[in-house]
DNA sequence: GGCGCAATGCTCAATTTGAGCATAAGTGAG
DNA sequence: CTCACTTATGCTCAAATTGAGCATTGCGCC
């Protein structure tokens, strides 16, 4: 059944990739969202609180199954999320198509389940709609990866325990392996921190135990312990979130996607804020908005801020214009040197 | 039903994306896939025979359902890949997931159908397993892709019926818009091309009514024709191979993946002539070697070439190592002016 | 009026690009 | 055997981009 090949009935439609094969194994699609907004120079996702394994509930992103009337994938996810929570979706990026990956119950009953995950990109933090959905900060689940104040503590924590993974294997060549992984991902060993392999680092964790989800031990972790692991969530939602964050941190190099969760105007270190909130990283000042002039991505506004400590800042607003002009416009990030 | 919020039932595992609220609404989910190779300096794909419209056969991508066996979406890919093709796929690579666009046939029966498109490297050019299958040069579908003998002459019988659609419309800040995505897009009207908008280019001519499948007509078009708009594909398969040629173009910016294309050794000009291949530029000689050198990426052997015309080549191999140095090694493209 | 605090301007050296020129080392023709 | 031609490889040089830091400007507030 399994065959590379051509259909074996000519199809009734002209577009379409060509599944009409695959009706004999239909499958449970859902859609799974990760909104990020930023506010205060705060990376939030909005979450909903799910049944968990244990009596209580869990935090996970919103989700829900793919219904028939949506003519395509992304605009029924944008339907379905503004229906809901009022929030009007600016950018909407698919991100990821997840199997069923460590699963058992449905794959005996012949089922494949996917998830279709998407990223969207809100520009206000509404109140979150529904009772049960709240805007939370990212590195609330995965606290290693903020680095804006210096390396964190979570990673301290964290570290010994790889090491300590990596060594508990015998096989030499297999310990070298986990230690140069741990060097690419987590910077250890000499390697250097890259702050777009999010996902690596959330899956070598999940590998070395240290992610409770992976156990399926949820309820488990005292509060101490969420501050270094990180907060669970339910499913594999903490994996979506983390591609999510990887991706994003890659495309605000080379995409002006961050004016996405920009209000209409913002001063120049707001819009810094911003972007040091998203990947997570310290950035030069000056440098930065040298970039950000040169490339043109902003003009200046007549008004000023007011009200704040030190000099007033120059409102500015994004330039919709780049988005023409320029082949492929974004940042590069220029990360502050921090003594020690 | 479609809710965002949480599950109705506890879920009954500890992973999964917690799509089981979506088993109400099975869907249709295929894999497709885009398996390249490149030798000869020239790009291809894999591409087998499916009964088109009229009584002919059509170029497709390989395509096959999805079949609840597998462990992992990827795995199942690569599983059906190896066994039908015989083929070692290297580099796998999840690309998008698409919808049913314009499709009528299913969603009046209440179904979805998805499909998952998979971009494979492979290092070896197989004679193709199948009879069926046979690798074709990727520009023969996207003829407009293709400069590296500068500006392709496809592009030049498509300009004037581009800026024909533009005009089409009355409306002059309509038109305003569509002038503005050729620019961006086609590099028209004072834009730069750039070689990564492969698919919005594609969805432009497809929108300008320019590409055969969109109108049903795909017997319709000559030789000549295929040569200014490209040789047509089954379903939406040409959208899939757009998707993936701009992915791959991108990628090799920044990630060293076209090794995944050599064979052990080459030259460095072997090298160059591949990622002139995917990229579809041409590049400038010496800058390209001393990016190479300067990265890292390959390491000498002790042999030459020879045979060929003018000074023999040292030979050299991918430096492995560097997939744990470099925080994100790949090359950067240095296009070669061409005079005119 | 002077202080502290941000915003903004400006400098400067170290790299990294972009573009060529020059030389080396083979093959094939006459 | 030598010349013409071809491709590989080395090297230079100016322009542009980065990385880092110092200096100055305006404001709210003692």
């Known amino acids: 059944m399994s065959s590379l090949t051509t259909a074996k009935d000519p199809p009734d439609h002209a577009l379409g990739t060509g599944t009409s094969d695959a009706l004999s194994h239909p499958s449970a699609v859902g859609l799974v969202a990760v909104i990020v907004a930023a506010t205060d120079g705060e990376p939030r996702a909005l979450t909903v609180q799910v049944p968990g394994q244990a009596p209580g509930r869990q935090d996970g992103l919103p989700f829900g199954p793919l219904v028939p009337e949506h003519p395509t994938l992304e605009r029924g996810l944008r339907a379905w999320v503004e229906r809901q929570t009022h929030q009007r979706l600016g950018y909407v990026e698919q991100l990821y198509t997840f199997g069923d990956r460590d699963r058992q119950g449905d794959e005996a009953a012949g089922l494949h389940s996917l998830s279709v995950a998407y990223l969207a990109l809100v520009r206000e933090m509404r109140p979150a709609g529904l009772a049960e959905a709240s805007w939370r900060n990212w590195y609330r689940y995965l606290p290693w990866e903020d680095w804006r104040a210096g390396r964190p503590e979570s990673l301290g924590a964290i570290e010994p325990r790889l090491m300590a993974w990596a060594g508990e294997v015998a096989d030499p060549k297999l310990r070298r392996r ?163």
């Open 178 to 340: 986990r230690e140069d992984r741990l060097g690419l991902t987590f910077g250890l060993c000499g390697g250097a921190w890259n702050e777009e392999r999010v996902l690596e680092r959330y899956e070598l964790l999940f590998e070395a135990g240290l992610i409770p989800e992976a156990q399926g031990q949820a309820g488990k972790g005292a509060c101490a312990e969420a501050a270094v692991t990180g907060h669970p969530m339910a499913f594999d939602h903490r994996r979506v979130l983390a591609t999510a964050i990887g991706r994003l941190r890659g495309k605000i190099k080379y995409r002006p996607v961050v004016f996405e969760l920009m209000p209409p105007t913002f001063t120049l270190f707001q819009l810094q804020r911003t972007v040091e909130a998203l990947s997570g990283a310290e950035l030069h000042k000056q440098n930065f908005r040298r970039l950000v002039a040169q490339q043109g991505l902003v003009e200046e506004t007549d008004d000023l801020t007011s009200g704040t400590a030190g000099r007033p800042a120059r409102l500015v607003r994004f330039r919709r214009e780049v988005l023409l002009e320029r082949p492929a416009p974004g940042f590069r990030l220029t990360p502050a040197r921090r003594p020690g």
